[in-house]
């Protein structure tokens, strides 16, 4: 199905093409491009322009460039523009213009991309659906996001994150919100602002994106809920405390999280594929979102179920280390993918909570760095030794040298490896862990937490437990 055609493309962004051509597809990336994509040359680390002849031999139907590249012809299928990225946007913004869908944006300072992925599975059966594939969230990912939505889309999901002051209001901005999700406020990307209030104001920001009769959904139960409030001309809020929707109960088993709220005379009960309060945050702000975009609220509390974790965001699997034992093997929480300090709370909760199917067993932590928490850095990885859930947790391993201020802060009891690097630890996989232990591994992206998940899985065959559970 036709995505833009030549004359669609060049009508948002004022470019040129010296031939004919549709496209079906838009990438930025000649490794997950599909035969029939616009391929668009954007500049990051490297050039896209020094792809754009690869892109073409590839399949793209055609490439978004400012300047005919080195090794293409005059007479190749390309647009050209003044600015790739703000062409890319003009596209953004043709795409929201031309569809009647109602979108959903979401920001937050964790629990974006599962949020973004519970109204995905909620909302099915519901229409065309339309979100990001990945954590599209940045001046990038939410112009192609909105640049690859389908005319006939009847809802879309935007994920809207930041690093500094003044990124999510003109992206909420350029999405032309019906809804708009503030998950929750807490410290993180703290080198780039002065306070915690200071990050409430910038996740608040997302308002300023809003249609004239579009609402807000807010968490009720953060310090930092009045500044939300403030930036909202219409809002509803979620949480344990919210008057609108109401967290009654949260009860965690070993692979769910069975949920009961209330909206007005309403009693909701819904279900998670997953363990953790925090995820029942998620899917109340998410079903908030679903009924003030007009969607069904019954159905979409019934396709919740359907959600699971992402990979590296809470995704649960068995190893099984004895294929004689069926039954015996590791349960590792892989939620390597990014850490703050309310994300790695969150997660404590979860594995203090988890019960141990074997005596021998512990609950072990293995955490890498939290990044860009600037001064306080030190100190917020420190007090993790505090988390109320430290007292079910066995060992914690650490990796990198702000999780060393954590490690000297553990009693020696508890107190495992700390090691520079996570290539260190993947070394001594099976000898941190073993049959019968439940292991949370966690960190910001960067400290590639990812390669101790990888090692542990490949102590065993990997079952995933949320799938089979379902």
């Not at 901005?173 to 104001?201: K, N």
């Amino acid at each position: 199905m036709t995505l833009w055609t030549k004359d669609e493309a060049i009508a948002a962004t004022g470019g040129t093409s010296p031939v004919d051509w549709n496209v079906t597809g838009v990438s930025i990336d000649t490794r997950t491009l599909e035969p029939g994509d616009l391929f668009v040359a954007l500049k990051d680390l490297r050039d896209g322009h020094d792809f754009v002849a690869q892109a073409l031999e590839n399949g793209a139907a055609a490439a978004l460039v400012n300047r005919v590249p080195e090794g293409v012809a005059e007479d190749a299928p390309l647009l050209i523009v003044e600015d790739v990225l703000v062409a890319l946007e003009d596209l953004g913004r043709a795409a929201r213009a031309r569809t009647g869908a109602k979108v959903i944006g979401v920001t937050g300072s964790a629990g974006k991309t599962s949020t973004k992925e519970m109204l995905r599975a909620a909302l099915k059966g519901q229409g065309n659906i339309h979100a990001a594939e990945k954590s599209y969230n940045n001046h990038w990912g939410v112009p192609l996001t909105l640049a690859r939505m389908p005319a006939e889309t009847d809802f879309a999901i935007i994920e809207i994150g930041m690093n500094h002051p003044g990124e999510i209001a003109p992206l909420a901005r350029l999405a032309d919100l019906d809804v708009a999700i503030v998950t929750t406020v807490a410290p993180a990307h703290l080198e780039a602002f002065a306070s915690v209030e200071e990050i409430a104001e910038e996740k608040a920001s997302i308002c300023q994106g809003l249609k004239p009769d579009g609402v807000a959904i807010l968490n009720a139960d953060v310090a930092t809920t009045a500044i939300l409030q403030n930036a909202a001309p219409r809002f509803e809020t979620f949480g344990k405390t919210s008057p609108n929707w109401t967290l009654l109960e949260a009860t965690p088993t070993a692979d769910t999280t069975v949920c009961k709220a209330s909206h007005g005379d309403d009693i909701l009960l819904f279900k998670l594929a997953a363990p953790g309060r925090h995820f029942a945050m998620n899917g109340l702000a998410a079903l908030a979102a679903i009924h003030a975009a007009g969607g069904d609220l019954g159905q979409a509390t019934v396709a919740l179920g359907s959600w699971q974790p992402p990979e590296g965001r809470g995704r649960r699997r068995f190893i099984q280390t004895d294929p004689a034992v069926p039954t015996r093997g590791i349960d590792l929480f892989d939620d390597a993918y990014n850490a703050n300090p309310a994300s790695v709370a969150a997660s404590l909760d979860v594995l203090g909570a988890a019960e141990l199917a074997d005596p021998a067993g512990q609950r072990i932590a293995i955490l890498g760095d939290m990044k860009e928490l600037g001064p306080t850095g030190p100190d917020l990885h420190a007090t993790l030794a505090e988390h109320p859930a430290m007292g079910e947790i066995g060992t914690v391993h650490t990796v990198g040298p702000l999780m060393k201020h954590l490690h000297d802060a553990l009693p020696a009891d508890k107190r495992g490896r700390w090691v520079e690097t996570s290539a260190e630890l993947v070394e001594d996989a099976r000898h941190i862990v073993g049959p019968g232990d439940i292991v949370m591994v966690k960190g910001s992206l960067s400290m590639k937490m990812a390669l101790i998940v990888d090692a542990i899985t490949n102590l065993g065959q990997a079952l995933d437990k949320n799938k089979s559970e379902k």
